[in-house]
Nanobody, 123 residues
């Protein structure tokens, strides 16, 4: 069983940056592929970024490529999402996900979810 808790969300102006963190506890963190998803009001939960075990494979959603960066620190049991050049359409609740099976690029691949952290980008 893995518990995930996100932090670092907040209100930022368009063009600004934020760094989201996801702290994991329980389980063997290094054996999980990790990912970030987001959900805006009235919309489906959307894939943002994912990183494999050891960080060998990284993938991004098309809408964030070149602006967001995912990373992990297995020693600290943390995964991070650096958000740069933020746009109002990036406003959403951002969720951390862990998968013991696949790179979590699809919701159904995630075994565990965090409660989410709100990111609001003002124009």
């Amino acid at each position: 069983q893995v518990q995930l808790v996100e932090s670092g969300g907040g209100l930022v102006q368009a063009g600004g940056s934020l760094r989201l963190s996801c702290a994991a506890s329980g389980g063997t963190f290094s054996s999980y592929a990790m990912g970030w998803f987001r959900q805006a009001p009235g919309k489906e939960r959307e894939f943002v970024a994912a990183i494999s075990t050891i960080g060998g494979v990284i993938d991004y959603g098309n809408s964030v490529k070149g602006r967001f960066t995912i990373s992990r620190d297995d020693a600290k049991k943390m995964v991070y999402l650096q958000l740069n050049s933020l746009k109002p359409e990036d406003t959403a609740v951002y969720y951390c996900a862990a998968s013991s099976r696949f790179l979590p690029t699809i919701k159904s691949y995630a075994d565990y979810w965090g409660p989410g952290t709100q990111v609001t980008v003002s124009s």
